[in-house]
């Protein structure tokens, strides 16, 4: 079946390491996304992309980098820069609404919780 | 910024209608109003979505006003497994890579 898959579910990291997230979809969705969500708070965009090695940042990438080589994968790295990593990270993907099985068009990933120690 | 504004809470009776309003007074014309569910450490879920005329589908019902400012979701019949975080967007319809932005959402609890 198709859909995205992240990995890991659940995600320890000390302060001050480098983590990445990984996002994998087999819909042949051009465009991918990465919210963050915390405690009791909506989804916020931290990074797009709309096409291969192309990406835009959104609402709150700072602290955070990004790579699109490849159409099916948008790993997030959290850098040591973000203040408060601990959060659950989302991924998305989507087409045109109306256009796929879906109808928004969009697909979201099950999560990756992330605790910073 | 979400375009789009919803009480932070509400709760209703198993068994009985909830009502969730969302304003969005400045929604464009060629702006849709989508609602989103999420339950807790998932993924959000669509649930129904409407231009300028009342839509229902096997989930809910949507009222939109007719100068769609404002508009309400309805579970006709709220059980348990409806509590969840309900959000409202507007946004284009076929835009190819349109981001959500998700504002706070309303915090919906079925009570037994």
């Known amino acids: 079946d198709g859909g995205i898959t992240q990995s890991p579910k659940y995600l320890f990291r000390k302060e001050g390491q480098n983590v990445t997230l990984s996002c994998e979809q087999n819909?042949?969705?051009?465009?991918m996304y990465w919210y963050r969500q915390d405690p009791g708070q909506g989804l916020r965009l931290i990074y797009y992309?709309?096409?291969?090695?192309?990406?835009q940042k959104g609402d709150i990438a700072e602290g955070y980098s990004v790579s699109r080589e490849k159409k099916e994968s948008f790993p997030l790295t959290v850098t040591s820069a973000q203040k408060n990593p601990t959060a659950f990270y989302l991924c998305?993907?989507?087409?045109?609404?109306?256009?796929?099985?879906?109808?928004?068009?969009?697909?979201f990933g099950s999560g990756t919780r992330l605790t910073v120690v | 910024d979400a375009k789009t504004t919803q009480p932070p809470s509400m709760d209703c009776a198993e068994g009985r209608a909830a009502n969730l309003p969302c304003n969005h007074s400045?929604?464009?014309?060629?702006?849709?109003v989508y609602w989103y569910r999420q339950i807790h450490s998932q993924g959000p879920q669509y649930i129904i979505h409407?231009?300028?005329n009342n839509e229902t589908n096997e989930m809910a019902s949507l009222i939109i006003t007719e100068d769609r400012k404002s508009s309400t979701l309805i579970l006709p019949h709220a059980t348990l497994r409806d509590t969840a975080v309900y959000y409202c967007?507007?946004?284009?319809?076929?835009?190819?890579?349109?981001?959500?932005?998700f504002g706070s959402g309303t915090r919906l609890l079925v009570r037994p």
């Open positions: 998305a993907s989507s087409i045109p609404a109306g256009t796929g099985v879906s109808e928004d068009g969009y697909t």
């Open positions: 992309s709309q096409i291969v090695n192309d990406f």
């Open positions: 819909l042949n969705h051009d465009a």
């Open positions: 409407g231009l300028k």
């Open positions: 400045t929604i464009s014309g060629n702006e849709y």
């Open positions: 967007i507007v946004r284009p319809r076929m835009d190819s890579s349109y981001k959500l932005i």
